[in-house]
């Protein structure tokens, strides 16, 4: 057994700022899966999106969230975000975390899709990579903060399945090194799990992304909303031995263009913005020249800047596709929609509580409000920074409260009669089969027809993963099964409550935007998927 004041499931930006934050004031345990770095941060490229410009305003960069978010933006969760993002970044400087400056030392900001001015700050085209290794390197150091690696949460541990109150105690946990499962017991479990890239065929995100935290809210009791949209990024490397290599949206904020197979450039017909067009209608335009033509990929090009300048920002884009034989300097990048970001999750309020006592959700895995209906460009480590700072601050005021709970009815882990498997290859077929039905059936445009398909199939992979689960002895990739179908039915869920066509959720049944469908998408375990005017607190 285990025990702390603050349980942190993911090693990301959100749960380490929330852990940096917490630990001057009690004990901090931080589970993850692989290595402590290994985390969807850790491959974010562009940026962190934030007013450090005298010339920009919170209230540009509000408004630039609103447009973006399709109508169902919580205005103040913007606000919040926008407001303190600035004195996150400079916290994080003070972490060690080094960007690219001028030569006067000042910022060096650059411009993505849906901004209207230079905020998104950067460490070239690595930024994710930078933050993490800042981060990792000041928790390694806090007397406070103990990191468990190769540790994957099962479930979350409710006290009334055990005489108490409703209330998260924590999670069991099963040690990947040993096979065993541990009970870890906590004050106030907080998930920063990451987002849930690998419930579809093609996806930017790394092996991490399986949707743990949400799944086992969802199996908890906790509300989740808004799971229909999910942001599918335009450009990822096409390449048959490449596996979904991100090409930043920062390329086409320095001018990177857009083009068909014959180098005919396309992104005007589809909107005035261009190239800089939010992402939701950029992923959209390319999937429908792609269908029209019958092209396997579009192509990005940046050929027209100088090499020195390709060099000198986009080292790491560079490096990878000169792996593949693609000198972008010189040729155009061959490039296709994949999945990207989650903007639902477990909902929360204004300090990362979610609807269940003790437990609390930051980063990607949550549903603050912030993204509406389609998420504007590195606002997404700006979010995670924000509300792990402030569950934090929320959470050290409540912790002499949190500790007269009583955690000592909890039992240890029962594994009943299950034993070990002799048929992997269950898990591995039922896992392309469910991502393979995801995209085909649930991806970038739908239908009601193929949201009924889908929620069929779906069904029945979940029965046989139940089964499955039963019978045998747990492992991670069994856990990470579980979990991306249970997110699966979660937008298959949402995406059909939603008759209408917003932000990142288009279907051809009900193509038009509709004014009295502004609201979230939510669902409960046991409560089917409805929508609901927008509620804080």
Known sequence: MMSCDFLVIGSGIAGLTFALRAADHGTVLVLTKRQREDSNTLWAQGGIAAVMDPEDTPAAHVEDTLVAGAGLCHRVVVEICANEGPERIRELVERGAQFDRHEDGTLALTREGGHSARRVVHAADATGREVERALVERANAHPNIRIV?????????????????????????????????KKVLARATILATGGAGKVYLYTSNPDVATGDGIAMAYRAGAEIGNMEFYQFHPTCLYHPKAKSFLITEALRGEGAILRLADGTPFMEKHDPRKDLAPRDIVARAIDFEMKRTGSEHVLLDITHKPKSFIEEHFPTILAECKRYGIDITQEPIPVVPAAHYMCGGITTNLHGQTTIPGLFAIGECAFTGLHGANRLASNSLLEGMVFGHRAATRLVEQLAEMRQVDHTNVPDWDPGAATPSNEEVIVTHDWDELRRTMWNYVGIVRSDSR?????????????????????????????????????????VACAAARQESRGLHYTMDYPETRSDLASDTVVKRGVPAHLRRQQHS
């Open 149 to 181: 690696e190769h540790t994957t949460a099962i479930d979350l541990i409710m006290l009334s399945r055990f005489g108490g109150p409703e209330m998260c105690a924590g999670v069991y946990a099963l040690d990947e090194q040993t096979g065993k499962v």
């Open 451 to 491: 949201l009924r398909r889908a929620s069929r199939r779906i069904n029945l992979l979940q029965e046989e993963i139940r089964e499955y689960y039963w019978r045998h002895l747990v492992t991670r990739d069994l856990l990470e099964l579980r979990n991306i179908a249970t997110v699966a039915e979660l937008i």
